[in-house]
């Protein structure tokens, strides 16, 4: 099954900061965005940050704004997302996704991320 790689979860105080990694599936010619969403314990999945491949653009869900960052190395296929100011309202299994120009959609299998009180 075709994936994308997440790395870099943890366990973090809150007020501490975590970066995830994703790699993109080397089996993508070209990439249209990539972005991350989360799964909190009893709730639905939520998108967190977007980012466009092509222009850089980048799109966040209204709690994280000012706390996360969405970026991208073009060279490495891997999108990042830097995370700061965490609250255990944070806590989730996040998740990366990508969207290659040919419309598929490519799954990881999610990076657990803990923030204690």
């Known amino acids: 099954q075709e994936q994308v790689v997440e790395s870099g979860g943890g366990l973090v105080e809150a007020g501490g900061s975590l970066r995830l990694s994703c790699v993109a599936s080397?089996?993508?010619?070209?990439?249209?965005?990539m972005s991350w969403s989360r799964k909190a314990p009893g709730k639905e999945r939520e998108f967190v940050a977007r980012i466009n491949w092509i222009s850089g653009s980048t799109n966040y869900a209204d709690d994280v704004k000012g706390r996360f960052t969405i970026s991208k190395d073009n060279a490495k296929h891997t999108v990042f997302l830097d995370m700061k100011s965490l609250e255990p309202e944070d806590t989730a299994i996040y998740y990366c996704?990508?969207?290659?120009?040919?419309?598929?959609?490519?799954w990881g299998q999610g990076t657990q991320d803990t923030v204690s009180s």
């Open positions: 080397p089996r993508s010619l070209s990439i249209a965005d």
């Open positions: 996704n990508e969207r290659p120009l040919d419309g598929r959609e490519i």
